[in-house]
């Protein structure tokens, strides 16, 4: 691999891993007052717009970031809707 994509997944790391603390915290609370809904389905939205980029580069990071930060962002939707 070179510089330039372990560089991406560094990123992609750490913006993925960014979301961890709220879907535990969610999860474990059992409240998801303190999450906007509107938020979440344009940020889930974009996420899913990099996802279809990031598979038409074939760019690894962008497909890794983004699959996960989608999968957990659906856990957390999944959360709202659940302790509405």
Known sequence: MDFITLLGLAAAILTTIAFLPQ?????????????????????????????????YLQALPIILANSMTL??????????????
Do not use: C, E, H, P
């Open 71 to 84: 999968f957990f962002n659906f856990i957390i939707l999944w959360l709202k809707i659940k302790y509405r």
């Open 23 to 55: 879907m535990f915290k969610t999860w474990q609370t059992k409240s998801a007052k303190d999450v906007s809904f509107m938020i979440l389905i344009t940020f889930m939205s974009g996420v899913f717009l990099w996802l279809i980029y990031g598979i």
